[in-house]
């Protein structure tokens, strides 16, 4: 063989490699998924999917496992946590990489790397020390006759300041990667620093800004302890910010000691997974699809 | 679609129109005077005792041998520099007398009168119609119809308009190089400057586009000053007035074309000019 052949040769072999490993990856959703499924099967043959995914009454003793109360939990508390951190995290990144003086902007970042280096657990113990009380005394009296504080707000919270830095630092990043002479160009027409902000290195990012958003959105969807020492786990569908919760991983994790015990109720908390990696899933996917729309109305990039 | 059904309209009435400027003709265009002026960039010494007198209503050309300090010269003309992280500037920029470095200038106005191309063609994340529409905006031209038809007639000045009628609302960065440059060009024009700084404005473009521009600029001499950087003699000896030979960050010869270009003092232009450079 000659040195051409040798490196198509090669060339092909990586491509091929790389093929391989891609699809292994993708196996291993599918081996994770099906395992759940094999292992949730006993209860979906019981009753069907809608009736568990729509059914409220959790009562395991007699046989009743309706998941709604779970997932409605998730998705409040997901949702409080996106809607509060992503505008502090978005005029952050924005400061940090567009005004801040280098030298801040250095010292905030690496402080934003501890600050998601922080155990979840840390945040769950400052949730139940801080957010939990601050709860029950400062803002619930203005709006209930009582509550405890353990809420799907705080859990809300707490979860949201815990995907700030995560947040921060992927918009960061994706701001860096505008190049400054698109910067230039704006400004040499005469444009504010807030003009090219907003029309030319948001307008860029948005795709970015929008991948970020739901990496963080996956990443809250599974957050599990520092959210079930603060929502309060009770199995209901939270009517409002200060009704405690009980979202699905604080389901899975809370009973996963004693799930032997009670027929279908392994396969019932095999479900609640099962649930939770489709939520991502189809979470992921809707996004994806979402995400092309963006790049093809703006066409970002060529 | 209502836009581009009026850029048609605008074309019918604007195919045979002179090409003039939109804005009213400003006779006494600017000047500017450039004394004692240093860049360093971290420790770096950029450009060093930089003393330039730049005539209204002439195109001047700077020329000088890659890495000298030109873009650097144009970018603190329109204070771009400064946004250059470890950039120091002393020294003073006089536009028609005033300091445009003294403390209480507006920044943002000093750019919108110093219009600067900038050396890579660079458009801005939009469609091509959005391109000029941006800057013709941002300095208060309302309207749709109004903003078309700054877009059309910048357009058409540049030469692009034929290229590009089809393709208003396509994204500016599916233009080729070329394109996109004079797409640069009609966009800082639009701004209406009163200099314009030209970063090697033709690089891109082959013989026929690049005349477009040089026809162009020496139209706009009457309205404007126009500083051009080009590292394309000939075109220097076509289109300069007035020329400013740079190198090593300082200025060599500065003087009136026909006698830098013809009978350059300085051993330093004389070697450039003719080639022999070591
Ligand atoms: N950001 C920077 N940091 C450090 N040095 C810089 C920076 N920008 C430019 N320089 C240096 O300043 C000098 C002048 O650069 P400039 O871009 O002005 O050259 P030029 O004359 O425009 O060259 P060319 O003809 O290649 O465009 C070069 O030596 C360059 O390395
Ligand atoms: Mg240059």
Not at chain 1, 237 to 247: C, E, K
Not at chain 2, 150 to 173: F, I, N
């Amino acid at each position: 063989m000659n040195r051409t052949s040798v490196r198509v040769f090669l060339s092909r072999a990586a491509g091929g490699y790389m093929f391989l490993a891609t699809m292994l990856a993708l196996m291993l959703l599918l081996v994770i998924a099906s395992g759940l499924f094999v292992k949730a099967y006993p209860i979906l043959k019981q009753s069907s999917l809608w009736s568990l995914l729509t059914g409220a009454v959790w009562a395991p003793i007699r046989g009743f496992f309706g998941f709604l109360p779970f997932i409605s939990g998730t998705l409040w508390v997901t949702g409080i946590a996106i809607v509060l951190a992503l505008p502090v995290s978005l005029l952050t990144g924005i400061y940090l990489s567009e005004y801040a003086p280098s030298s801040v902007r250095k010292i905030a970042f690496s402080a934003l790397d501890i600050l998601s280096g922080i155990p979840p657990v840390v945040y769950g113990a400052w949730g139940v020390l801080v957010v939990v009380p601050f709860i029950a005394e400062w803002v619930a009296p203005y709006f209930v006759e009582y509550s405890s504080g353990y809420s799907v707000l705080s859990a809300g919270i707490v979860l949201g300041i815990m995907i700030i830095p995560l947040l921060v630092s992927l918009f960061g990043e994706v701001f860096s990667t505008v190049p400054k002479e698109i910067r230039d160009s704006a400004l040499s027409l005469g444009a504010t620093s807030w003009q090219t902000t907003k029309k030319v290195v948001l307008k860029s990012s948005l795709p970015g800004i929008f991948a970020a958003t739901v990496l963080a959105i996956s990443r809250a969807l599974g957050e599990t302890i520092a959210v079930l020492m603060v929502c309060g786990n009770v199995v209901q569908i939270p009517a409002s910010l200060l009704d405690a919760g009980y979202p699905l991983p604080a389901l899975i994790a809370n009973n996963y000691g004693e799930m032997a015990s009670l027929p279908g109720y392994e396969a019932a908390l095999m479900l609640a997974a099962l649930i939770l990696l489709g939520i991502v899933i189809v979470f992921n996917t809707l996004s994806r699809i979402l995400l092309l729309r963006i790049g093809r109305k703006y066409a970002l990039q060529p | 679609m209502i836009a581009t059904s009026l850029s048609s309209v605008l074309l019918r009435e604007e195919v045979s129109a002179p090409l003039e400027l939109l804005h009213a003709p400003n006779m006494d265009a600017a000047t500017l005077k450039v004394r004692n002026l240093n860049v360093h960039i971290g420790e770096q010494s950029i450009l060093r005792d930089v003393h330039v007198h730049i005539p209204s209503h002439k195109i001047t050309c700077i020329i000088g041998p890659s890495g000298c300090g030109k873009s650097t010269l144009l970018k603190t003309f329109n204070r771009l520099l400064e946004t250059q992280p470890g950039a120091r500037i002393t020294g003073e920029l006089l536009l028609n007398g005033e300091n445009i470095y003294r403390e209480g200038v507006e920044v943002i106005d000093v750019r919108k009168r110093m219009g600067l191309l900038s050396q890579r063609p660079c458009p801005l994340p939009m469609s091509v119609y959005e391109n000029i529409a941006f800057g013709c905006r941002l300095h208060g031209t309302r309207g749709r119809r109004k903003v078309m038809r700054k877009v059309v007639h910048y357009l058409q000045a540049t030469g692009l308009w034929d290229e590009v009628r089809d393709r208003l609302h396509t994204p500016a960065s599916r233009l080729s190089i070329g394109q996109q440059q004079r797409l640069c060009l009609a966009r800082g024009l639009a701004v209406e400057p009163e200099i314009i700084l030209a970063d090697e404005a033709t690089s891109a473009l082959d013989p026929i586009s690049s005349r477009i521009i040089e026809d162009l600029f020496l139209r706009l001499r009457q309205q404007y000053t126009i500083i051009m950087v080009t590292h394309t003699l000939s075109q220097a000896v076509r289109i300069a007035d007035h020329v400013i030979f740079m190198y090593l960050g300082r200025v060599v010869e500065e003087g009136p074309a026909s006698e830098v270009l013809h009978h350059p003092k300085h051993k330093l232009t004389q070697e450039y000019l003719s080639g022999s450079f070591s």
